[in-house]
């Protein structure tokens, strides 16, 4: 291996030794305790090394809340294309959401709830990740009306109904909202608002 290739490698090491550390602090502090000081501190690099290959914090959560669109498609989604009914895809769909909010947190958080990732968006009017996964939930509902379900609903309009129901159930769980529920259906409430989305959707 030569020098500029042995370089470009120990770049990418560090690199990735840094979003180690930024992933590891903040699931173990939270996002406001997560700093570029402690992540050097981490890695034991100054943080002006930090800055050498991310522009701020913010950056650097971008990141990470890619590579949780990464895992959402690898764990969760991947299996749908095996599924041919639309509407039981669009289910499928939606318990995968549910299942990936409920075992990453965290990274729900940065993907979705979390502001800061989004500053580090160059075009503030393109969200690559966002927009792909949108773009899969809009073809499963149009492929849901071109069977004959949703009759006079438009794809998109009813996909991003969809979508809010969904987030707002994983939001109102993760951050620790669901004591107005009856207790013996808060460990299952989101489960148990699936079904009722799910009945309202079979007669629409």
């Given at each position: 291996?030569?020098?500029?290739?042995?370089?470009?490698?120990?770049?990418?090491?560090?690199?990735?030794?840094?979003?180690?550390?930024?992933?590891?602090?903040?699931?173990?502090?939270?996002?406001?305790?997560?700093?570029?000081?402690?992540?050097?501190?981490?890695?034991?690099?100054s943080p002006g090394?930090?800055?050498?290959?991310?522009?701020?914090?913010?950056?650097?959560?971008?990141?990470?809340?890619?590579?949780?669109?990464?895992?959402?498609?690898?764990?969760?989604?991947?299996?749908?294309?095996?599924?041919?009914?639309?509407?039981?895809?669009?289910?499928?769909?939606?318990?995968?959401?549910?299942?990936?909010?409920?075992?990453?947190?965290?990274?729900?958080?940065?993907?979705?709830?979390?502001?800061?990732?989004?500053?580090?968006?160059?075009?503030k009017e393109c969200?690559?990740?966002?927009?792909?996964?949108?773009?899969?939930?809009?073809?499963?509902?149009?492929?849901?009306?071109?069977?004959?379900?949703?009759?006079?609903?438009?794809?998109?309009?009813?996909?991003?109904?969809?979508?809010?129901?969904?987030?707002?159930?994983?939001?109102?769980?993760?951050?620790?909202?669901?004591?107005?529920?009856?207790?013996?259906?808060?460990?299952?409430?989101?489960?148990?608002?699936?079904?009722?989305?799910?009945?309202?959707?079979?007669?629409?």
């Open positions: 291996m030569g020098t500029k290739d042995r370089k470009l490698r120990e770049k990418e090491q560090l690199r990735e030794q840094i979003l180690k550390a930024a992933r590891e602090i903040f699931f173990e502090k939270g996002f406001q305790d997560t700093s570029i000081r402690n992540i050097a501190d981490r890695i034991e690099y090394t930090i800055y050498l290959y991310f522009k701020d914090k913010d950056a650097i959560f971008h990141e990470l809340h890619k590579e949780g669109f990464q895992l959402l498609r690898k764990n969760k989604m991947q299996v749908l294309q095996h599924i041919e009914d639309p509407f039981e895809r669009l289910i499928a769909m939606g318990k995968g959401y549910l299942e990936f909010a409920r075992e990453n947190p965290d990274y729900y958080d940065l993907m979705f709830i979390i502001t800061n990732p989004m500053e580090a968006l160059e075009d969200w690559q990740e966002g927009q792909t996964a949108f773009d899969i939930l809009v073809q499963v509902v149009a492929d849901c009306i071109q069977q004959g379900r949703f009759q006079g609903h438009n794809a998109e309009n009813l996909a991003y109904t969809i979508w809010s129901a969904m987030h707002g159930m994983v939001t109102i769980n993760i951050r620790g909202r669901c004591m107005v529920i009856t207790e013996d259906k808060r460990d299952h409430i989101t489960s148990l608002g699936m079904e009722t989305l799910v009945m309202l959707l079979e007669k629409s």
